[in-house]
């Protein structure tokens, strides 16, 4: 019986070979018997490989309908010549690897991408650079693949006329990581995907968002670095997002944030820095979101809150150097403030066991002023400012009674550096 | 007038408060550039510490020298000298000596560590320009309050106010009638009440030009758009003029009639 069943297994294991060996290397090159990725596409059998060497090729609107990799030796560069949509997938089990692609169409009605993803399952992109975009990589209902250390560098000006780095619609269980993503309008963009996990990649300059997630739930992005963008991170209506590690940095203008958080419940917030940034964390109408360990260094504003959010704790995190730690608009405080350090906190530690004894007021008067009249903001830096806020702190009048730290460390907790 | 300036500026620069006033600033100077080393971020504490203090050691020196040279004015009032020359000369020679102090202590440890290397130098100009403004704004004004009052205690006192009075109370009455007619559209009141008043014109041209502007908003950029081109300027500029000008008119046309 043993036997048998050991010949079974050699039989099994010859079939696989000659399948494999079935799976052919297709060169395509400016003088090999074929010329065209297009062409190599319809002649190739499923899940052969299309060798693509270096060159120029000017193709759009190429179809991929079967199981292929398509690997690009030395960067081979395809042209789509400003006509439109350059690679769509519509097969499973696709890769994409080492091809450089330029020049994707600008369209007003339809989302011309350089790489689209369609109903498909398992597919990989990989060593892919993008240049002359319109929207990068785009995927549509398409599950269980993989976006990885891809760079795409756009050139966009206009919101209007610009698409988006990395785009995700419908799709779930996606790795994206180790991609570099600049000048485009969003940096990477999630609407209605789930389960996606989005890690160590650099999203800068982009017009609008560095991150933008829309109706996705339950989504990770660690490890990754977002800087002068129009803002880093917008994360809307969705649910469950954990944001672990991340750096948010110089987000810095009239109308910019790190990170904005707009109908956002249960999320997680661990370990980032937010440095530089306008406002650190804008948020409105967000519920019960832990905020642990961030650092927010030299913000115009750290924290701005919105809007009715409630039972969203802050704790251990360091406050340092922002022109205004929190600001609040309204006299009702549902938030708890517990155990952070704040580079403003004067107050003293009689017992020596590295807590304050005087509670920390986060809220400024000229905060809560400059929420009410936002023209007194012209008043900043001004003495009268600091000695009026200064009385305030004294004795808070104005600013919400029990929205305080009442146990700030004295000591920042950890240093990153 | 030259020789009664060269005679009162070389009298100041000799005194030892000139020094203390000079070494304080070369001190400031170093220090913030030791502990920071980025010169356009030291130029914001500056800032800070530019439109309060500027103002008030303006203020009390200029006081300070009118009465404590009053004797000696006497004297020279007695010989045929031109009033307006006596009296124009120690002011100049009291505003330049401060402002020089203020130019050498502060340009001095920003020119060592590199200012002329970084872009941070039309800022720093910018605060120095303001700063001597100041200097001369203040000790014109103090110079009007010394020589209205015989009575040094009162003297003190009034100078002492207006300094209270143009560096924390404006700005008061300023902040109560933002937030009162807080329904009406505020921007082009708060752009006038900001240029009437030279600490505050001075806090928010510098301001402007630094990354903080980006903390002002919407107001902001109404002030952006009204500084940022050159007739803006050029108001802000003859603002401080205006300033520096009336009360030195006033001083002139003052000395001419008081009665030693």
């Known amino acids: ?417 | 007038m030259l020789k009664i300036l060269k005679y009162s500026f070389f009298d100041l620069i000799r005194s030892r408060w000139s020094y203390v006033y000079f070494l304080f600033y070369l001190l400031l100077g170093f220090v913030l550039l030791f502990l920071n080393n980025d010169v356009s971020k030291a130029v914001i504490t500056l800032m800070n510490i530019i439109i309060v203090l500027v103002p008030l050691i303006g203020t009390i020196f200029g006081v300070m020298y009118y009465y404590n040279s009053k004797e000696f004015t006497e004297l020279l009032l007695a010989q045929p000298i031109k009033r307006s020359s006596i009296f124009l000369g120690q002011y100049l020679g009291v505003a330049g000596s401060l402002a020089l102090s203020l130019i050498m202590g502060l340009g001095i440890p920003f020119i060592l560590y590199g200012l002329f290397q970084s872009d941070a130098i039309f800022d720093f100009t910018l605060l120095l320009v303001t700063g001597g403004f100041l200097t001369f704004i203040f000790t014109a004004l103090s110079f009007n309050i010394a020589l209205s009052n015989e009575n040094r205690i009162k003297g003190f006192g009034y100078a002492v106010l207006l300094w209270l009075f143009l560096a924390v109370i404006y700005d008061g009455i300023f902040l109560m009638s933002l937030v009162v007619f807080k329904e009406y559209p505020l921007d082009t009141f708060s752009l006038a009440a900001t240029i009437l008043n030279p600490i505050d014109l001075s806090r928010i041209l510098i301001l402007l030009k630094l990354d903080i502007s980006a903390l002002l908003g919407y107001t902001g950029a109404v002030f952006k758009q009204f500084f940022g081109n050159n007739i803006g300027l050029v108001i802000s500029i003859a603002m401080l003029s205006l300033w520096t000008i009336l009360p030195v008119l006033r001083l002139s046309h003052k000395s001419k009639r008081k009665d030693f």
């Open chain 1, 1 to 417: 019986m043993s036997a048998y069943t050991n010949i079974l297994f050699i039989v099994f294991c010859l079939v696989l070979t000659v399948q494999r060996s079935f799976a052919n290397t297709i060169p395509i090159c400016v003088d090999c018997e074929i010329t065209t990725i297009t062409e190599g596409v319809s002649v190739a059998m499923e899940y052969d490989t299309l060798l693509i060497n270096k060159g120029v090729y000017k193709e759009f609107n190429i179809l991929i309908d079967k199981p292929l990799t398509l690997l690009g030796q030395d960067y081979p560069i395809i042209d789509g010549e400003d006509k439109g949509e350059i690679i769509r997938i519509i097969s499973d089990h696709v890769t994409l690897d080492g091809l450089f692609i330029i020049n994707v169409g600008t369209s007003y009605t339809s989302d011309y991408a350089a790489i689209r993803v369609v109903k498909s399952e398992h597919f990989l992109i990989q060593n892919v650079v993008l240049e002359k975009l319109f929207f990068g990589i785009y995927l549509e209902k398409s599950s269980q693949g993989r976006i990885f250390h891809n760079k795409i560098i756009g050139d966009a000006i206009d919101e209007y006329n610009s698409g988006n780095g990395i785009q995700l619609w419908h799709s779930h269980n996606v790795e994206v990581d180790r991609n570099i993503v600049r000048g485009v309008r969003d940096g990477i963009y999630l609407e209605f995907s789930d389960n996606i996990t989005i890690n160590n990649n650099t999203s800068t300059d982009n017009l609008r968002y560095g991150l933008h997630f829309m109706f996705s739930n339950d989504d990770v992005y660690t490890n990754n670095t977002f800087e002068n963008n129009g803002a880093g991170v917008a994360v809307m209506f969705s649910k469950r997002i954990k944001m672990y590690k991340n750096n948010f940095r110089k987000n810095w203008g009239t109308a910019s944030y790190g990170m904005l958080l707009k109908e956002i419940n249960d999320a997680e917030i661990k370990d980032n820095i937010f440095e530089e940034n306008t406002i650190g964390i804008n948020i409105e109408g967000s519920n019960r979101i832990t905020y642990t360990k961030n650092d927010f260094v030299s913000n115009g504003w750290a924290v701005k809150v919105l809007g009715a959010c409630y039972a969203n704790t802050f704790s251990q995190n360091n406050f340092l150097y922002n022109s205004f730690d929190i600001s609040y608009n309204s006299k009702l405080n549902d938030n708890t403030f517990e155990q952070n350090y704040w580079s403003d906190y004067t107050g003293y530690d009689l017992n020596k066991d590295g807590i304050g004894d005087v509670p920390y007021r986060p809220v400024k008067l000229f905060s809560y002023i400059v929420n009410r009249t936002p023209e007194t903001i012209v008043l900043l830096r001004s003495l009268f400012m600091d000695i009026i806020d200064f009385s305030e702190k004294v004795s808070p009048i104005f600013t919400p009674d029990n929205l305080m730290d009442a146990n700030p460390l004295m000591k920042r907790q950890y240093d990153r550096n």
